[in-house]
């Protein structure tokens, strides 16, 4: 085992008050750190005094780049990997490289903090005991597939989605689960977090015909759900 070591480190989704002590200590002490856009992880380090150098990996790159972050870990430096918010390699680039890494028998160390999906999951009003996370489903092909699939998942399911296809989902939602109730959560620990919940039909209904900016996450209720 060298004495490099790789840590996940998990920064705010929204308010830079959401980071564990721990986390800025990680930030300060390692080499370097491994970032998906410097001008957002600079905000960040900024606010909290932290000079190091960063190394962009994202999802255009990653696999060009593994190679030479573990060179570097292997002759013994320390870094830290972060998204731009969240958890790392939750729907964000970094699992090739903790796979990588694990093969080389790199230690890898968790340092946990904010997950939007887990945020969102627990401000929505639904079940908790038992959920699946899709992530980010698929833009075009298999979409229609996987949302009729979804349709017969009994458990809570978790989607993240983009501003620009919000609305879109929320009418598939209206198509193949119009009886699950919904929680629709956005800009989570910002200013403007906005919550929606009901049916989709309910939450088309009230939501604002424009939208300007937010990340989505979009909980749905387990079946036969009753709120």
């Excluded at 980071?19 to 960040?44: G, P, S």
């Excluded at 918010?85 to 990588?100: E, F, K, Q, W």
Aim: glycine share 6%; net charge neutral.
């Amino acid at each position: 085992m060298n004495n490099g070591k790789l840590y996940i480190v998990a920064t705010p989704i929204g308010n830079l008050g959401d980071i564990t002590y721990r986390a800025v200590e990680t930030l300060k002490a390692v080499d370097f750190i491994i970032c998906e856009d410097t001008r957002v992880t600079k905000i960040l380090l900024d606010h909290y005094q932290i000079q190091k150098p960063l190394f962009v990996v994202n999802a255009q790159n990653e696999s060009k780049k593994i190679e030479t972050i573990i060179e570097r870990i292997e002759f013994g430096e320390t870094c830290a990997l972060v998204s731009d918010a969240g958890t790392p390699s939750i729907s964000d680039p970094g699992v090739r490289l903790v796979n990588h890494a694990v093969k080389k028998n790199i230690e890898v160390i968790g340092i946990p903090g904010p997950s939007a999906a887990i945020n969102a999951l627990s401000i929505s009003g639904v079940a908790t005991d038992s959920f699946v996370f899709e992530g980010f489903l698929p833009q075009k092909k298999g979409r229609q597939k996987l949302l009729q699939t979804l349709a017969g998942e009994e458990r809570t399911i978790i989607i993240y989605e983009s501003i620009y296809r919000i609305k879109n989902l929320l009418e598939e939602l209206e198509t193949y689960m119009p009886e699950r109730y919904v929680a629709v959560c956005r800009e989570m620990t910002k200013k403007f977090e906005e919550v929606w919940r009901g049916l989709p039909k309910e939450i088309l209904t009230e939501m604002p015909n424009k939208i300007i900016k937010g990340e989505f996450v979009v909980v749905i209720a387990p079946i036969g759900f009753k709120m």
